[in-house]
């Protein structure tokens, strides 16, 4: 989820709303929505009890930018004092553009990008990439580690089983296995759904709460034009 303050949840449910976008390459320049940033939106999949995905479409104004394979960070401002001009920013996350194309017609560029979870889905296991045995804690530690990730173990080792051990490698004869289904098993044994946020890997237990913070389900329906 995204923790953001009682005046943005506030602004952002508000009929009218003022909304800025920025995607912030690696050299920090930024695509905004005051310039090449035509359209926008945002989207996470996902369920309990497995790991969480999401991914945004954009269209940027001209046709010279080639970010294939570009990391970029997605910011968002919300106005929370129209009399101040006041804006709150919020950080989405880290996205690799994935998805390309280019429109000469309208001079345009449309592109796709998706969190780190998505690289995962596509890096297949193989026996030996991991070490058995294992716990929970471990294991997870070994794949933020193989991937170059951000895992607070502290945090981790607070929920169910975490210290539960695997005593030998139960995906080895598994065919098509990748290292996102093997956290699938983690988040299905730790009762949460994992995230991978600024090259972070959190596990979010599930909760039934009442909610007071802004989720991707609330920001998916979001466009910026």
Known sequence: MLIVSEIFKQAIKQPTREIRTALVLANNT????????????????????????????????????????Q??????????????NTFEKINLGSFRISESSVNLEKNTTTIKGFDFIAGLSTQEYSAGSLTFPASLADLVAQIANKFNLE????????????????SKDLWEK???TTFRSILDEVCGATATTAIIRNSALRFEPIKRAKIDRITYSELKSLKFK
């Open 30 to 69: 930024k695509i905004t929505s005051n310039d090449e940033l035509a359209s926008f939106s945002i989207e996470r999949t996902g369920a309990p009890f497995l790991s969480s995905m999401s991914g945004f479409s954009a269209v940027i104004l001209g046709v010279s930018k080639n970010l294939i394979n």
């Open 151 to 166: 895992f607070k173990r502290a945090d981790f080792e607070r929920l169910p089983n975490a210290n539960f051990t695997i």
């Open 71 to 84: 990391v970029v960070q997605v910011e968002i401002e919300v106005k929370t004092n129209f009399q101040n």
């Open 174 to 176: 598994i065919n098509k």
